[in-house]
């Protein structure tokens, strides 16, 4: 591994509270993820009584949820005082199995004691709006907003997970899209331009309240997007131009996976494919 210690900010970071990680291979990336988020959580808990985690969809996400399942220290957290969020969904029928919530489920939430009225899985749309998107996003900003306190529209967020797409989407804001100037906290997306075309999405305001972001990104195939987002963030001194072929070649500042900030703290998780060689 290379960079500062996982999940903790860079000592004398370009650009104050962004670091990244860069692990030898997937496997060691998604290890480190695991025992961080579970590290995470229960110090959250420790802090404030509960915790919140924002969870992502995508293939590395799922294998980082499968290895939390089989962690030894998994009860370190008390998962019955845990808070789930979803940071988008693809606008499916309950149950089908390219639902960021069926994902979730299945390689790890179902495993978990945790308190079913603190899952917020977004809506399907076969759910009480049915296929209205623009409805559904509403009703989960309303339960979002009834989760949150006086001053605010959103509960904290101790831990983001965000996967990082190969034209460097993040959630289900797509570069280029009108979603990424969505200023209310849940979007509706139509027109995304990977499948399914519907979909529902933290926006990027949204995203920005969570205490600690996390990007996770594994393989060459997102090297492009994440040389390009970390050089907006400051986090490294690659040129905007080597872009991989086929992955996003516009400029960086429309690059979602660019522009996501924590409050506290935003950390890139990658393994060495994802990161191309520096200058
Ligand atoms: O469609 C989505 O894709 C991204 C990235 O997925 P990956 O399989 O390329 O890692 C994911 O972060 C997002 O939640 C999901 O809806």
Same mark, same amino acid.
């Given at each position: 591994?290379?960079?500062p210690?996982?999940?903790r900010p ?10 990244r990680?860069?692990?030898r ?13 579970v ?6 808990q ?8 924002v ?6 996400a799922?294998?980082v ?9 998994r ?6 005082r ?17 639902r960021n ?12 004691p945790?308190?079913p009225a603190?899952?917020h899985?977004m809506? /399907? @749309?076969?759910?009480?709006? &049915? !296929?209205?998107?623009q409805? %559904?996003?509403q009703r989960y #900003?309303?339960?979002l907003a =009834? ?5 605010g529209d ?6 983001l ?16 899209h009108?979603v990424?100037?969505a ?8 027109d995304?331009p990977?499948p399914?075309p519907?979909?529902i ?7 920005g309240t ?12 997102k090297?492009g997007?994440?040389?390009?987002a970390?050089t907006?963030?400051g986090?490294?001194?690659?040129? /905007? @131009?080597?872009?991989?072929? &086929? !992955?996003?070649?516009?400029? %960086?500042?429309?690059?979602? #996976?660019?522009?996501?900030? =924590? ?7 990658l ?7 520096g200058?």
């Open positions: 591994m290379s960079g210690e996982p999940g860079a000592p004398g970071g370009a650009t104050a509270g962004v670091s990680s860069v692990f291979d997937r496997d060691e990336l998604v290890r480190v993820v695991a025992a961080r988020l590290e995470a959580l229960a110090g959250a420790a802090a404030h009584g509960s915790a919140s985690v969870l992502t969809g995508g293939r590395v799922a294998d949820y499968r290895t939390v399942r089989e962690r030894t220290d009860d370190s957290v008390d998962w019955s845990v808070d789930v969020w979803w940071g988008d969904e693809r606008f499916l029928p309950a149950g089908h199995p390219d919530e069926t994902q979730a489920r299945a390689a790890l939430l179902d495993a978990l945790l308190d603190r899952v899985p809506p /399907a @749309d076969d759910g009480p709006d &049915g !296929a209205d998107p409805a %559904a996003a #900003a309303q339960a =009834g989760a949150a306190g006086p001053d959103l509960p904290r967020f101790d831990v997970l965000l996967g990082v797409g190969e034209d460097g989407h993040v959630a289900s804001v797509f570069p280029g009108p990424t100037g200023t209310e906290p849940v979007a509706a997306v139509r995304s990977k399914p519907v979909r999405t933290l926006t990027l305001p949204a995203i969570a205490g600690e972001v996390w990007l996770v990104a594994a393989g060459a195939d090297a997007a994440v040389r390009l970390l907006e963030a986090a490294d001194a690659v040129s /905007a @131009d080597a872009a991989a072929p &086929g !992955a996003w070649t516009g400029t %960086a500042g429309a690059l979602p #996976a660019a522009v996501v900030r =924590g409050v506290d703290h935003t950390h890139w998780f393994d060495r494919e994802a990161v191309p060689p200058p």
